[in-house]
């Protein structure tokens, strides 16, 4: 299984860390190791000072396929989730800038929150997912990802050029503005729009 993570998809924040809005989907992977599940916290790593939270849209891969085009990309999509892409943004400028890839900042142990997953028919629209991120109850970020630079069906046919999908990978599609950091104590809640309304698809102590 695979943890293929999208970074930049959403202009304006990749704006807010002066980065330039990229002309290709930007791809990173992240280890099964990384994976933090079932609503478990996370403890703050050792290594960083500057741990930032990144709410993201994921996409369950529902089947195999490589170089898939355009037309039956979206026949790859099993199922629609909610998490977390954590970074230590302090080791990730300090790689960003020597030009070095940026795995230990970004594929660490428990980088990844994993929340629930619901199939399409569970959105009130299924290629405009809208999502938030609580920190201590107060909202921290918002997206919708008909905001997407790249969409979902163009991600699936970028990363099957290079990448063979197979049923159960996972693809974490970026986050929109307002990342930031968390401390000790903290608690974060994701949460979409289902045809029930706003629904809890995780939570994330920070410990
Ligand atoms: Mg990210």
């Given at each position: 299984m695979k943890i293929i993570c999208i970074g930049r998809n959403y202009g304006a924040h990749a704006k807010e860390l002066q980065n330039a809005v990229p002309d290709e989907p930007i791809v990173f992977m992240k280890p099964p190791t990384a994976l933090l599940i079932n609503n478990k916290p996370l403890?703050?790593?050792?290594?960083?000072d500057d741990l930032h939270y990144e709410v993201e849209v994921i996409i369950k891969i529902g089947k195999n396929g490589r170089h898939i085009e355009p037309q039956f990309a979206a026949d790859y999509i099993e199922e629609i989730g909610l998490g977390i892409d954590f970074t230590a943004r302090d080791i990730q400028v300090k790689q960003k800038a020597k030009g070095l890839p940026w795995e230990i900042a970004k594929?660490?142990?428990?980088s990844a929150v994993l929340g629930n997953f619901k199939p399409l028919s569970a959105f009130p629209n299924s290629s405009a997912f809208e999502f938030q991120l609580l920190k201590n109850d107060e909202l921290v970020q918002q997206g919708n990802t008909e905001d997407c630079i790249f969409s979902f069906e163009t991600l699936i046919v970028y990363v099957s050029k290079y990448f063979k999908l197979q049923m159960g990978d996972l693809i974490y599609t970026g986050t929109p503005a307002g990342v930031g950091p968390v401390v000790i104590g903290d608690k974060l809640e994701g949460k979409m729009l289902t045809n029930e309304g706003w629904e809890s698809f995780f939570t994330c102590n920070i410990k």
């Amino acid at each position: 299984m695979k943890i293929i993570c999208i970074g930049r998809n959403y202009g304006a924040h990749a704006k807010e860390l002066q980065n330039a809005v990229p002309d290709e989907p930007i791809v990173f992977m992240k280890p099964p190791t990384a994976l933090l599940i079932n609503n478990k916290p996370l403890y703050y790593p050792s290594f960083t000072d500057d741990l930032h939270y990144e709410v993201e849209v994921i996409i369950k891969i529902g089947k195999n396929g490589r170089h898939i085009e355009p037309q039956f990309a979206a026949d790859y999509i099993e199922e629609i989730g909610l998490g977390i892409d954590f970074t230590a943004r302090d080791i990730q400028v300090k790689q960003k800038a020597k030009g070095l890839p940026w795995e230990i900042a970004k594929a660490f142990d428990h980088s990844a929150v994993l929340g629930n997953f619901k199939p399409l028919s569970a959105f009130p629209n299924s290629s405009a997912f809208e999502f938030q991120l609580l920190k201590n109850d107060e909202l921290v970020q918002q997206g919708n990802t008909e905001d997407c630079i790249f969409s979902f069906e163009t991600l699936i046919v970028y990363v099957s050029k290079y990448f063979k999908l197979q049923m159960g990978d996972l693809i974490y599609t970026g986050t929109p503005a307002g990342v930031g950091p968390v401390v000790i104590g903290d608690k974060l809640e994701g949460k979409m729009l289902t045809n029930e309304g706003w629904e809890s698809f995780f939570t994330c102590n920070i410990k």
